[in-house]
């Protein structure tokens, strides 16, 4: 069965500071992994996904994410972070079927 | 195109009660699910629907929750009776069959059981 960790339940970075949320997960076969983020008293709202193809995938407000093979990672990357990136950062693993598992969530708290 | 709807936003009951929840997926998307998320944890899988057709129900506790999508559209989930542990807040998500789409999630509703 798949499954998803991220070892860290908070991160905090300075405004305008690169920022990095790390993800690694297990299934069989090819991995389909997604990011999501959740603000406060809402859904999830989808940034980005690796399907194939290029280990650097770009997303939404500013976002990008590695995907390791080698390394089972899938972290989610920003150059410089903003205090509106303040929220819950959700790591998601699809298997070849419709099944989607998510890890227990990173909080990111960026400071002004 | 219009999003996830679901309602109410906000619910509070006692133990034993029941309650339902109501969620309206994004138009075309046949698959559609029910996530449980307990206050600081990910979203754990409920039941997947596609079409009217029940994918996935194999942690749905049976006993008290119930969920069903008649007409391949529209969606209701049940507890009853409800227990204090099913404090969390329920998500519907809904996504297009196949292709490697992202799920799209509603706003939730918040349950809280007293």
């Known amino acids: 069965a798949q499954s998803v960790a991220q070892p860290e339940d908070q991160v905090n970075v300075a405004e305008g500071n690169p920022l990095t949320v790390k993800c690694t997960y297990s299934?069989?076969?090819?991995?389909?992994l997604f990011w999501y983020v959740q603000y406060p008293n809402r859904g999830l709202q989808f940034l980005l996904k690796?399907?194939?193809?290029?280990?650097l995938v770009k997303g939404s407000y500013g976002f990008e994410a590695e995907f390791n093979k080698s390394q089972t990672s899938f972290h989610l990357k920003k150059p410089s972070a903003l205090v509106s990136d303040s929220a819950l950062y959700f790591c998601?693993?699809?298997?070849?079927?419709?099944?989607?598992?998510f890890g227990p969530g990173t909080r990111l708290s960026v400071l002004p | 195109e219009a999003g996830v709807a679901q309602s109410p936003r906000y619910k509070i009951i006692e133990k034993r009660q029941s309650v339902a929840f109501w969620c309206n997926p994004i138009?075309?998307?046949?698959?559609l699910y029910w996530y449980q998320q307990i206050l600081g944890q990910g979203p754990k899988l409920l039941i997947q629907?596609?079409?009217?057709?029940?994918?996935?129900d194999s942690q749905l506790p049976k006993d008290r929750f119930s969920a069903e999508r008649l007409k391949g559209v529209d969606s209701t989930l049940k507890i009853q009776p409800a227990k204090l542990e099913d404090s969390a807040v329920y998500l519907c998500?809904?996504?297009?069959?196949?292709?490697?789409?992202?799920?799209?999630f509603g706003n939730g509703t918040r349950l809280t059981v007293t």
């Open positions: 998500a809904s996504s297009p069959i196949g292709g490697n789409s992202p799920l799209h």
């Open positions: 690796y399907i194939t193809g290029d280990n």
């Open positions: 138009s075309g998307h046949a698959t």
């Open positions: 629907f596609q079409n009217n057709g029940v994918v996935d």
């Open positions: 998601a693993v699809r298997d070849g079927g419709q099944n989607f598992v």
């Open positions: 299934v069989s076969g090819n991995p389909y």
